[in-house]
């Protein structure tokens, strides 16, 4: 079974660029989350799918972050415009009602750098 | 709201030694705790998880134990190899439903042969 992709893997842009993260979750499953991890620090929370709903973007900085996930399956996160506190790996996670009691499978995740 | 403290570190232990990482939680009703674990230049990966009071989670020779009278989740293992070497995260959630995970800042392992 194929596990959580996205891309890219690493991404370098100025500062007031923007930016787009993508994501496919697993098959099925069908919530989504995007969380940021700054360095030395635990994954937070940015927004939370019930498939293509938006149920908790209470974190989510709206006046730049943005984010998608049409038709239910896989999901773009865009910034506009980067800021160099930005700086981070952005990581995608998955997961299915009723599987595992809430087990979240996780992608490699994205590091952005803003200069 | 809910929080999850974890030992600072970075920890680093010879091999074979004994593991413990503490970590202590702030949640309101019963949460669901997971120690989650990142390799270098990897993503993270769920290593084990306890739902109710009581359980214990185990998974390659790791283990924590659920204990709500101290709200603690400590992860411990009893012989460490160098390819444990990873950053270790305790996370928990709500109890209901499909919610975010609350996470730990992490503790940084290193063990050297």
């Known amino acids: 079974e194929a596990g959580v992709v996205q891309s890219p893997r690493y991404k370098i842009i100025e500062k007031k660029q923007p930016v787009a993260f993508w994501c496919n979750p697993i098959s099925g499953h069908n919530t989504l989350y995007w969380y940021r991890q700054n360095l030395g620090q635990g994954p937070e929370l940015l927004i939370r799918?019930?498939?293509?709903?938006?149920?908790?973007d209470s974190q989510l900085p709206k006046d730049r972050f943005s984010a998608e996930r049409l038709k239910g399956v896989d999901s773009t996160l865009k910034i506009q415009p980067a800021e160099l506190g930005d700086s981070a790996v952005y990581l995608c996670?998955?997961?299915?009602?009723?599987?595992?009691?809430?087990?979240?499978?996780f992608g490699p995740g994205t590091r952005l750098t803003v200069l | 709201g809910n929080s999850v403290t974890q030992m600072e570190g970075p920890v680093t232990l010879s091999e074979e030694a004994f593991l413990t990482i503490n970590c202590t939680y702030t949640?309101?009703?019963?949460?669901?705790l997971f120690w989650y674990v990142q390799y270098p230049g990897e993503g993270l990966q769920l290593l084990l998880k306890a739902t109710k009071a009581d359980d214990k989670g185990s998974n390659k020779g790791f283990e924590a134990t659920y204990r709500k009278e101290t709200t603690s989740f400590h992860l411990e293992k009893g012989s460490v190899q160098v390819s444990d070497s990873a950053v270790y995260f305790c996370?928990?959630?709500?109890?209901?439903?499909?919610?975010?995970?609350?996470f730990g800042k992490g503790t940084r392992l290193s063990v050297i042969a």
């Open positions: 996670a998955s997961s299915a009602v009723g599987v595992s009691h809430n087990e979240q499978f």
């Open positions: 996370a928990l959630s709500s109890s209901s439903g499909n919610t975010p995970l609350v």
């Open positions: 949640a309101t009703g019963y949460p669901s």
């Open positions: 799918y019930e498939n293509e709903e938006a149920v908790d």
